[in-house]
T-cell receptor, first 114, second 109 residues
Framework: DSGVTQTPKHLITATGQRVTLRCSPR?????VYWYQQSLDQGLQFLIQ???????AKGNILERFSAQQFPDLHSELNLSSLELGDSALYFC?????????????FGSGTQLSVL | AQRVTQPEKLLSVFKGAPVELKCNYS??????LFWYVQYSRQRLQLLLR??SRESIKGFTADLNKGETSFHLKKPFAQEEDSAMYYC???????????FGKGTRLSVIA
């Protein structure tokens, strides 16, 4: 167990809907990353937060947004869902950034858009 | 922009055979390179990083700046090595990990 908790584990929804994925980092970790994993694209970096502030943005669609709260948990909001958004969404946390940073991953949320 | 390429989606080897998972990167500076592994029904986890020059579970990886490669090697594959392997790159500073698309290693008994 990495200490990173993601809920829910599975989510089935319809096109056009909006969902929220939640991530609780390891105790004391200030950095939270969101990744999307799909069969054809592999692991795609979406967004990073550090101590409540956005630090880096990757291939995140405008329909997607995220935030990190004062208690350091993070939420990824996906709206106007499309079939192509079906994927495994991972959250990772780390206690330090820069050299020798080590990411600890959650078990992911499997999103199925029907 | 930096990019990580893992040319093989699937690699099958027999137990006891040597294995090499290829990783090439494109980045003009001095990156940090990592290998992450995801065993069946387990979380993605760090296997090794180039800066530590370590051997984990018999795996090693050498950073070759001239060839911009960071191939993962093991002299004798074991069945328990079957997993999804991701090569990842990090630019200096507070920057995110960029992953390759992964290689699924299947070790056949």
């Amino acid at each position: 167990d990495s200490g990173v908790t993601q809920t829910p584990k599975h989510l089935i929804t319809a096109t056009g809907q909006r969902v929220t994925l939640r991530c609780s980092p390891r105790s004391g970790d200030l950095s939270v990353y969101w990744y999307q994993q799909s069969l054809d694209q592999g692991l795609q970096f979406l967004i990073q937060y550090y101590n409540g502030e956005e630090r880096a943005k990757g291939n995140i669609l405008e329909r997607f947004s995220a935030q990190q709260f004062p208690d350091l948990h993070s939420e990824l909001n996906l709206s106007s869902l499309e079939l192509g958004d079906s994927a495994l969404y991972f959250c990772a946390s780390s206690s330090r950034t820069g050299l020798n940073e080590k990411l600890f991953f959650g078990s992911g949320t499997q999103l199925s858009v029907l | 922009a930096q990019r990580v390429t893992q040319p093989e989606k699937l690699l099958s080897v027999f137990k006891g055979a040597p294995v090499e998972l290829k990783c090439n990167y494109s980045y003009s500076g001095s990156p940090e390179l990592f290998w992450y592994v995801q065993y069946s029904r387990q979380r993605l986890q760090l296997l090794l990083r180039h800066i530590s020059r370590e051997s984990i579970k018999g795996f090693t990886a050498d950073l070759n700046k001239g060839e911009t490669s960071f191939h993962l090697k093991k002299p004798f594959a074991q069945e328990e090595d079957s997993a999804m392997y991701y090569c990842a790159l990090k630019r200096p500073g507070n920057t995110p990990l960029v992953f390759g698309k992964g290689t699924r290693l299947s070790v056949i008994a």
